[in-house]
T-cell receptor, first 114, second 111 residues
Framework: AQSVTQLGSHVSVSEGALVLLRCNYS??????LFWYVQYPNQGLQLLLK??????LVKGINGFEAEFKKSETSFHLTKPSAHMSDAAEYFC????????????FGSGTKLNVKP | NAGVTQTPKFQVLKTGQSMTLQCAQD?????MYWYRQDPGMGLRLIYY???????DKGEVPNGYNVSRLNKREFSLRLESAAPSQTSVYFC??????????FGPGTRLTVL
């Protein structure tokens, strides 16, 4: 079975500071990896994904993530936080024998201070 | 193109009552999913349907049943609601080996 670990249920940064949200996964084979964002009282929206190819992937709103197989990590970064980035972020993995299933991390709430 | 739609948006039930949550997608996706979201636990898969006519259990299927009515629609039924089923329920659909698209959710409270 696969699992996803997001370190830090709450992260707080100042506006303009670097955003780093951590995600580690366990999978016996290279998985597909996703980051989703959820704004209050809304569904989940895809930020970015890694399936194959380039390990550094860029997403919407200036976010990017790097797939590091040796570290089984897929951390999400943004060079400069904006107030509108305040939301909950979820890392998800699919694959490892059953590409139909997704496994989600428990989420990280990002707070952006003025 | 509405994407994934869910009804109702909100529901309050008493313990023991039954109800069906409806989900429909207009993206011609084969796979559809039902999740529940609880604080601090992320999304947990209840059931999924890889294609029309098939359904499979996810992590937390107990107390739920599903029906893949056709390619567009995938419903979730609670036969006898319990307070532990108070949650936000999300439906999603996807193309094979690609992104999931989520509906807006149903907030269910069981008293």
């Amino acid at each position: 079975a696969q699992s996803v670990t997001q370190l830090g249920s709450h992260v707080s940064v100042s506006e303009g500071a670097l955003v780093l949200l951590r995600c580690n996964y366990s999978s016996s084979v290279p998985p597909y990896l996703f980051w989703y964002v959820q704004y209050p009282n809304q569904g989940l929206q895809l930020l970015l994904k890694y399936t194959t190819g380039a390990t550094l992937v860029k997403g919407i709103n200036g976010f990017e993530a790097e797939f590091k197989k040796s570290e089984t990590s897929f951390h999400l970064t943004k060079p400069s936080a904006h107030m509108s980035d305040a939301a909950e972020y979820f890392c998800a993995v699919s694959g490892g024998g059953n590409f139909n299933k997704f496994y989600f991390g428990s989420g990280t709430k990002l707070n952006v201070k003025p | 193109n509405a994407g994934v739609t869910q009804t109702p948006k909100f529901q309050v039930l008493k313990t023991g009552q039954s109800m069906t949550l409806q989900c429909a997608q207009d993206m011609n996706h084969n796979s559809m999913y039902w999740y529940r979201q609880d604080p601090g636990m992320g999304l947990r898969l209840i059931y999924y349907s890889a294609s029309e006519g098939t359904t499979d259990k996810g992590e937390v299927p107990n107390g739920y049943n599903v029906s893949r009515l056709n390619k567009r629609e995938f419903s979730l039924r609670l036969e006898s609601a319990a307070p532990s089923q108070t949650s936000v329920y999300f439906c999603a659909s996807r193309v094979p080996q690609d992104t999931q698209y989520f509906g807006p959710g149903t907030r269910l409270t069981v008293l």
